[in-house]
């Protein structure tokens, strides 16, 4: 079988409440309905996890709340492996109204080291043989230059490995 690994350079915890409106400059009181490790990746890899396809999710976490995180892939029963950084895995915050409308916050994530794609590239050359499969989805860390992203994608596909690309930073 094709080995699959799912890249998430800025992964995200998805918090979904509820509140019977939202009203501005006021406090709105909210029941947290879900909190799941989240971002592009991470759906992938849960995704493929639900059709029985083996993967390894690499992520890049904040050493703030990353066990958490990954406890959390691990209790959906996805085999992850993090990158720690300093500073902490943004969150997303969707807050669902009785209208059936919704409004998201996202926080901005920890600026990236600017070593990031070099420790990446170390962690992914040692799951990903020749004719594996890596997803790079989702958006770039900040402080994290394309160019480094862009030549880790170059040396994987001289390794022979297929990438799949979804990201606005690419663009």
């Known amino acids: ?63 703030e709340n990353g066990e958490a995180f990954l406890s959390s892939l691990a209790r959906a029963g996805i085999e992850a492996v993090a990158i720690y950084t300093p500073g902490r895995i943004r969150e997303n915050i969707t807050v669902h109204t009785a209208n059936g409308k919704e409004t998201r916050l996202s926080f901005q994530g920890s600026p990236a080291p600017l070593d990031l794609m070099g420790r990446v590239a170390a962690v992914t050359d040692a799951l990903c043989p020749s004719g594996s499969l890596l997803t790079l989805t989702g958006r770039v860390p900040d402080g994290l230059p394309l160019d480094s992203v862009k ?19 690419f663009s």
């Not at 890249?7 to 799941?36: Q, W």
């Not at 030549?151 to 930073?169: E, H, M, T």
Request: charged content about 20%.
């Open 1 to 63: 079988a094709m080995k699959i690994v799912t890249l998430t350079l800025s992964p995200a915890f998805d918090i979904h409440c509820t509140a019977d409106e939202l009203v501005l400059d006021h406090e709105n009181i909210a029941a947290v309905t879900d909190r799941d490790a989240g971002g592009k990746g991470v759906n992938i890899s849960r995704a493929l996890h639900a059709y029985g396809v083996a993967n390894t999710a690499v992520i890049v976490a904040g050493e």
């Open 151 to 169: 030549d880790y994608v170059r040396a994987l596909q001289a390794r022979g490995v297929r990438v799949v690309i979804d990201s606005r930073s």
